[in-house]
């Protein structure tokens, strides 16, 4: 799983978020936040996902300062 978070494969990193809700609580949550500063949109979106399934209610600061981050804006 610790592999899958760190490949250059985008489909990787989105599977491993996937499944990272049966991992450790903790841990995952952590994977979670740091998965949403990815590169790629897809992943970062998985990210949300993942702490949703969480009840992640510690991220709100991250997820709320992520949003308005330039990285989700086009043009």
Known sequence: LERAL????????????VVLPYADR?????Q?????????????TAAVKT??????TESQAVLWERLSDSQNYHR
């Open 6 to 17: 760190k490949s250059d494969e985008w489909f990787m990193r989105n599977a491993a978020l």
């Open 26 to 30: 903790r841990w995952a949550v952590q």
């Open 32 to 44: 979670a936040i740091h998965a949403l500063s990815d590169p790629a949109l897809i992943v970062r």
């Open 51 to 56: 702490l949703r399934q969480l009840h992640a």
